[in-house]
């Protein structure tokens, strides 16, 4: 009796795996979208009828949602099964609502990898370290930014060099570590109701040709965006910039026009490193303050099998098409990026958590705003 008890849990054991990559469990055979706009609404519409019209097994629906947020809690509740997602709202997702990822986007046919967050300074700045950056000057693209707040903060609170305390008031502490910046929009009053965010936030700001709209959060303030920190830098008023790896080489050989980029050469830029150290500007691999992942398909934990089949199927059949439908593609709509990326080479199964494709490094660094409550 007890050896048959035993005999049965092993082979219960053994067929587990096989029950949950199979997904034969689930029998429904929907999957309904949530989309954001009019635009994603149409390409998923035209998906549903494509799919339907060449027998793909299963069926695609289309549920409007406000937002991001708005489709968390859809998938969450039940009235929607997955949406596309980028990095920020997938953790959201997956902390705030315990919700998973089935798919994720690959741009270049490696790994699910969108960019990565460097610090860059010029190359004449000696005795610069990432772990010694208190009263230094900054460049940021922008307030609340992945590239140009949520990484870099990130990194200098879990490296110690700035603590936000009990208050949990990051815009305050960052003022007090640095001795000047440019953080666009610190001062609207979106980010910053009471009026009270540090003004050296806003020093290595210089607005527009008449000197106006400094610090704004747009680009009438020259050193907003990216382009706009590396400007930043090279014009000597910041000892270091937060952008993305290519920000440079996309303003380099007469690819930006404007007097600072043409003047700008690659011999006179350098990363730093978050051990401390420096690097050359092709060395970003190894050199990065965070690798930020692409976008991917959120639902709910145990709809991750069967949402992955689905969407096995329908880019087997319209991932790469030369006519017809393509997947990865939103030029009929008159907008980018609808539904996946249009850099989008592939979709990659996600079998891990939400937590594995975001990677450890960006994980960190999203949980140090944990104490502003984000959820
Ligand atoms: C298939 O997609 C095209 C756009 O690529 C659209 O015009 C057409 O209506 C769709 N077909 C069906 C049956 O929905
Ligand atoms: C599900 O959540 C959405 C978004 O919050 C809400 O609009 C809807 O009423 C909810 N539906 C149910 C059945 O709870
Ligand atoms: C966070 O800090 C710890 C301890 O200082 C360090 O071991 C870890 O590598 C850091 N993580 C990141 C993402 O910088």
Not at 67 to 83: L, Q, W
Request: glycine letters at 8%.
């Amino acid at each position: 009796m007890a050896l048959a008890e035993r005999g049965l849990k092993v082979i219960f054991l053994l067929f587990l795996p096989l029950l949950s990559t199979s997904c034969a469990t689930t029998k429904k055979s929907t999957v309904s979208w949530c989309v954001v706009s009019d635009a994603e609404e149409q390409k998923c519409l035209d998906l549903a009828g494509n799919a339907t019209a060449k027998n793909v097994k299963g069926t695609l629906e289309c549920v409007r949602g406000l937002n991001a947020r708005d489709c968390m809690n859809k998938i969450k509740n039940g009235t929607a099964d997955a949406a596309s997602m980028f990095a920020d709202d997938i953790y959201a997702a997956g902390f705030c609502h315990g919700l998973d990822l089935a798919a994720g986007e690959s741009y270049n046919r490696v790994d699910g990898i969108n960019y990565y967050v460097v610090a860059m300074a010029r190359r004449s700045s000696s005795d610069l370290s990432l772990l010694e950056m208190h009263e230094r000057s900054s460049c940021h693209p922008g307030m609340r930014t992945t590239v140009g707040w949520t990484v870099p903060i990130g990194y200098l609170v879990n490296t110690s060099q700035i603590s936000v305390g009990e208050q949990c008031n990051f815009p305050k502490a960052v003022g007090n570590f640095f001795g000047y910046s440019c953080v666009p929009g610190v001062r609207d009053p979106q980010h910053d109701p009471s009026g009270i965010n540090p003004k050296n936030l806003c020093e290595a700001c210089i607005g527009d040709e008449n000197d106006r709209h400094i610090c704004a959060n747009n680009h009438r303030e020259r050193h907003y965006g990216e382009a706009g920190a590396l400007r930043c830098v090279a014009e000597n008023l910041g000892d270091v910039a937060f952008v993305k790896h290519n920000t440079v080489f996309d303003n380099l050989d007469g690819k930006n026009q404007e007097s600072w980029a043409l003047d700008l050469e690659v011999e006179d830029l350098k990363l730093l490193c978050p051990d401390g150290t420096e690097a050359a500007l092709n060395e970003y691999e190894q050199c990065h303050l965070a690798a930020v992942p692409a976008n991917a398909v959120v639902v709910r934990v145990e709809d991750k099998c069967r949402v992955w089949k689905y969407l096995e199927r329908l880019q087997n059949v319209f991932g790469n098409a030369a006519e017809g439908f393509s997947l990865f593609s939103s030029a009929d709509y008159g907008q980018a990026d609808l539904l996946f990326s249009d850099a989008t080479h592939h979709l990659l199964r996600v079998l891990g958590s939400y937590t594995s494709w975001l990677g450890p490094t960006y994980t960190t660094m999203l949980q140090a705003f944990e104490c502003e409550g984000f959820c």
